[in-house]
């Protein structure tokens, strides 16, 4: 991924029925040719790992289809990747590692040189990057349908260790069709930018949501922390924070 051609800000302004207050937030907008190296080299590595997924339905017994299986897998591939691939960009690629991870226990998708961590999360968007950012969940007062996600807790462990930066990422599609995304010229994601361990901790902007992300990693539905997109930092913010709390990442491109 040549990250000067593809990475470009993205400005999106409240124009949403049923809105927060929020007025305006700064994505980053990944557009990665369907043909490069790269996003080849994700694919592969997805399918290389596909055997060991676990395709249990999470909260059921049920057995989930091979496609979303893939799907999962894939897209948290090329989430995880992106930002890693941007962080690189912006910082220098020695400040930034791809742990290896051999199990979903606790994983961790990225750190800095420092030892601190960051957690990717990604989702697809049927009805598109500003109805996730800005629109309000019609059947409470102050929720939003999409967030950054934290960490867990069940019944069977207390809860999951926090990690120290969230970072999420969502594509604009039905996640019944992510698959067809990948047969455009180019693969559109958008990096929102995240949150803090700090944030996560504070109740002024985490809540409590009983639900099961993608992915599989936990075999229960469980309570996450959750933090309303609204609410999140944006990409510039989530930068800055980064920036003041990591002394060696300095800018190298901007």
């Known amino acids: 991924m040549n990250s000067e051609d593809v990475i470009k800000y993205s400005k999106r302004n409240n124009r949403i029925h049923n809105s927060v207050d929020r007025t305006d937030f700064v994505c980053l907008e990944i557009n990665i040719q369907r043909e490069s190296r790269w996003l080849k080299r ?9 055997p060991n997924l676990n395709v249990g339905q999470a909260n059921s017994s049920e057995v989930r289809s091979i496609s979303i299986v893939e799907i999962d897998n894939l897209s948290g591939l090329i989430a995880e990747y992106a930002c890693e691939e941007v962080l690189k960009w912006r910082y220098g690629k020695e400040l930034i590692i791809k742990p290896k991870n051999n199990t979903s226990h606790n994983q961790i998708d990225l750190k800095l040189y420092n030892g601190k961590t960051i ?136």
């Open 119 to 254: 957690e990717v999360r990604s989702s697809c968007v049927r009805n598109g990057i500003d109805f996730a950012i800005f629109s309000k969940n019609i059947k409470t007062f102050d929720e939003q349908y999409f967030d950054v996600i934290g960490p867990y807790s069940n019944e069977y462990k207390k809860c999951e260790f926090f990690k120290d930066y969230y970072m999420r990422v969502l594509y604009e599609c039905d996640k019944r069709n992510f698959l067809d995304l990948l047969k455009k010229p180019v693969v559109r994601l958008f990096i929102t930018g995240g949150a803090t361990k700090k944030m996560m901790n504070d109740s002024q902007y985490y809540q409590i949501k009983h639900l099961m992300p993608a992915g599989g990693q936990v075999k229960v539905e469980s309570d996450y922390r959750v933090i309303p997109l609204a609410k999140s930092l944006d990409i510039n913010e989530f930068f800055s924070i980064l920036e003041r709390e990591n002394e060696k990442l300095v800018v190298v491109h901007s």
């Open 42 to 50: 994700v694919c592969s590595y997805a399918q290389k790992i596909a």
